[in-house]
């Protein structure tokens, strides 16, 4: 069964401070895909982004980052120079593979980020 | 606006009675998603179709839950003689099927209360 943990409950930074939202999972598939969606307070999912798992290159994109580490089962997701319209609560999510086709995310419990300014 | 749908937005019901959802997903999007969010948790999967063919039900979802896809197009959830732990959020999402795998895009959600 596939599993997500998210072990950071809630996190608080200042303004501009880097934050680092861990994500750890399970799965015994050999190819899945890895996702981080926002939650704002106004409820709506947002995809924020993608990772497969024959993909192990880290990229950048404005002020999201993050580290995929197939080693460790870690899917770790940063935000730097963090601004208010960040707070939100954040969910990692897991996704089989079947026939290349995915379906169901699985999702870890979200970890609730506060930028304070 | 071309998001996902939803359909109503909030929901308040007495025990017992049945409720119905609907979800108007992403227009050219042939996948489409249930998944149930309860208070400090992440989205549980519900069920989800390809096209018009329901292909996986979670056991989440009880005797009590049906969905439907009759054209492929929006999806119906309904919750026969609801319960007060029926009470969450329900959200529905739609995807392209395929590879590369495609994300998921979620509607803004039915919050259903059961009193």
């Known amino acids: 069964a596939q599993k997500v943990t998210q072990a950071q409950t809630e996190i608080s930074v200042v303004e501009k401070e880097d934050v680092t939202l861990d994500c750890v999972y399970e799965?015994?598939?050999?190819?899945?895909?890895l996702f981080w969606y926002k939650q704002p307070p106004s409820g709506e999912l947002v995809f924020l982004i993608r990772?497969?798992?024959?993909?192990?290159q880290n990229e950048i994109s404005g002020r999201y980052s993050w580290n995929f580490q197939k080693s460790t089962s870690s899917f770790n997701f940063t935000i730097t120079a963090s601004q208010v319209v960040d707070s939100a609560v954040y969910f990692c999510?897991?996704?089989?593979?079947?026939?290349?086709?995915?379906?169901?995310?699985?999702f870890g419990k979200g970890t609730l980020l506060t930028v304070n300014p | 606006d071309t998001g996902v749908s939803q359909d109503p937005r909030h929901k308040i019901t007495k025990r017992g009675q049945n409720v119905t959802f609907r979800c108007d997903p992403i227009?050219?999007?042939?996948?489409l998603y249930w998944y149930r969010q309860t208070l400090g948790q992440g989205p549980e999967f519900l069920t989800y179709?390809?096209?018009?063919?329901?292909?996986?039900k979670s056991r989440l979802l009880s005797d009590r839950f049906s969905a439907e896809r009759p054209k492929g197009s929006f999806s119906t959830l309904e919750i026969q003689r609801t319960e007060q732990g029926d009470s969450a959020m329900y959200l529905c999402a739609s995807s392209l099927a395929g590879a590369p795998i495609y994300e998921q895009y979620f509607g803004p959600g039915t919050r259903l209360t059961v009193t």
């Open positions: 179709f390809q096209n018009e063919a329901q292909l996986e």
């Open positions: 799965t015994r598939d050999t190819t899945y895909y």
């Open positions: 999510a897991l996704s089989e593979a079947v026939g290349g086709s995915n379906y169901k995310l699985t």
């Open positions: 990772r497969n798992s024959f993909d192990e």
């Open positions: 227009s050219e999007h042939n996948r």
